[in-house]
């Protein structure tokens, strides 16, 4: 894939985003590419040529995002329709999806203008809620669905099917369904398993659970789960990657099932995902001169 036409989009409330997005852009000028910035980007930085997101994704062959992984989920679900490849620049600390960080920024674009590349297809999900056969809440997200209790309910009770077979009624503070992507997410913080993001799979995890056994359980890719919100107390909240949520009530149905869109994300050209979950998670290096085993 040849990149000539590279998009920017940035978190404009971070500090400094203005001036790394303008040394982006010259360079990438520089280099003879074109360059569209997002609206909020171009107003942050005083251009007048901002490109809203759906004419952004038909004009460009990559996306370059400034910001850290809450960045990239609302991009992901904003560009989710495009198939446009996206590349994650941390301002910060290393992030789980924005892999490159900012002191490898130049490197990284040469290497990808070059066509040394490779992409990670990320499996979405696609969530409907309804009440009485209206539609109450839906969209699509790449890390997780979460229905929690309200603020002042008690448990809830969530009644679970996959492809229509009942599974179990959950009383629990809630319920996490969760890509590979998302299980390094909430679902981690809650028990769950890690996944390896080129997998196809869902998380089903119950949120403390009043019953012990009901444990976390990883389903195949193609079921359809179906959740029943059963309370006598003030409903629940539906949360799409932590980041836009709808009210539920009692009676409410929550059908999640894999999306047909997928989010293409650039691979870093400097560490692969075995080194973000060591860095991250604070996992042991590789073994030092005192290991029994080394040489």
């Not at 490109?51 to 460009?60: C, D, F, I, Q």
């Not at 969760?178 to 080129?198: C, K, Q, R, V, W």
Request: charged letters at 20%; glycine letters at 10%.
């Amino acid at each position: 894939m040849h990149i000539k036409k590279i998009g920017i989009v940035a978190n404009i409330a971070k500090e400094k985003s203005s001036a790394y997005v303008i040394r982006l852009r010259d360079w990438l000028l520089h280099q003879g590419l074109q360059v569209f910035l997002d609206d909020a980007v171009a107003i942050r930085i005083g251009e007048s040529t901002g490109l809203e997101r759906s004419n952004l994704a038909a004009a460009v062959d990559l996306i370059v995002v400034f910001g850290g992984d809450g960045t990239m989920l609302r991009v992901a679900r904003a560009f989710c329709g495009y198939n446009i490849p996206i590349l994650g620049i941390n301002i910060g600390g290393l992030g789980y999806l924005t892999e490159v960080n900012l002191n490898e920024m130049i490197n990284a674009l040469g290497m990808i203008i070059e066509g040394n590349f490779k992409t990670e297809k990320r499996m979405m999900l696609d969530v409907v809620a309804d009440r009485h056969g209206e539609t109450v809440g839906e969209g699509t997200v790449l890390n997780e669905v979460v229905i929690n209790r309200a603020n002042l309910s008690r448990i809830v009770e969530l009644e679970t099917a996959i492809n229509d077979r009942h599974l179990a009624t959950f009383k629990a503070d809630g319920l996490i369904i969760a890509t590979p992507t998302g299980s390094t997410a909430y679902s981690l913080s809650a028990g769950g398993p890690i996944i390896f993001p080129e997998q196809n799979a869902m998380i089903l995890n119950p949120i403390c659970a009043h019953t012990l056994t009901n444990r976390p359980v990883i389903l195949p890719e193609d079921v359809r789960v179906k959740v029943i919100l059963w309370t006598k107390e003030q409903g629940a909240t539906l949360t799409l990657d932590g980041q836009v949520s709808f009210t539920l009530k009692s009676g409410d149905t929550i059908r999640v099932q894999k999306s047909r869109y997928v989010t293409t994300l650039v691979a870093s050209p400097h560490r692969d995902y075995l080194e973000i979950l060591r860095t991250k998670l604070g996992w042991g290096g590789l073994p030092t001169g005192n290991h029994p085993d080394a040489d």
